[in-house]
């Protein structure tokens, strides 16, 4: 496994060993200890989320807050997407920055996310498989995020915004202004 540190501080962009052969491949897509020695944290997942979607489908831009804060580890196991995240910590120098990364099936690159951060994506190709891990479960009542619009943000979907399938829920939310009044 090799980790890269993005520009926003304590994301990190991993590429996992792949093997192949005349069968297939074999890799290994998780080893905790391995994980927490490369990027040096001690980030312990106790959750696991899967999604299926279509293109254009849009999910985010999703965060808990306060102590149901979550840091995932992402990545695609069919089809692609283009994973955008968003440094909300209001004492990182990276504050209000954003890092776009396309995942996909073929290169299985992983995308950590710390906690602070908000996450979400956009699918590229139709019945896209999307897993992330998280370090915190779900709390319904810690639910934020930002639009996936935001004049402020400026996120390139790589997408017309004709082409978005985005769920009413994801569409009321704030944007990053109204989060940080």
């Given amino acids: 496994m090799r980790a890269e540190e993005t520009h926003l501080k304590d994301c990190f962009v991993i590429t996992p060993e792949v093997y192949l052969d005349s069968r297939g491949y074999f890799m290994e897509s998780f080893n905790q200890e391995t994980f927490n020695k490369v990027l040096q944290t001690n980030t312990v997942f106790v959750q696991d989320n899967e999604s299926k979607s279509s293109r254009g489908v849009l999910r985010g831009l999703h965060l808990q807050t ?3 804060g979550q840091a ?21 120098p990276t504050f209000g920055e954003h890092f776009s990364i396309v995942l996909d099936a073929i290169d299985k690159k992983q995308l950590f996310v710390p906690r602070g951060f ?6 590229l190709e139709d019945q896209t498989v999307f897993n992330y891990k998280c370090d915190n479960y779900y709390n319904k009542a810690s639910e934020s995020g930002i639009i996936y619009n935001d004049a402020t943000i400026n996120i390139d979907w790589n997408l017309p915004e004709e082409a978005f399938i985005l769920s009413d829920k994801d569409l009321e939310l704030p944007t990053f202004e109204k989060l940080f009044k």
Avoid at 77 to 90: A, E
Avoid at 118 to 123: K, L
């Fill in 66 to 68: 306060g102590v149901h």
């Fill in 72 to 92: 995932k580890l992402v990545r695609v196991t069919q089809g692609s997407v283009l994973d955008v995240c968003v440094d909300l910590r209001k004492d990182s």
């Fill in 118 to 123: 908000a996450h979400g994506f956009v699918v």
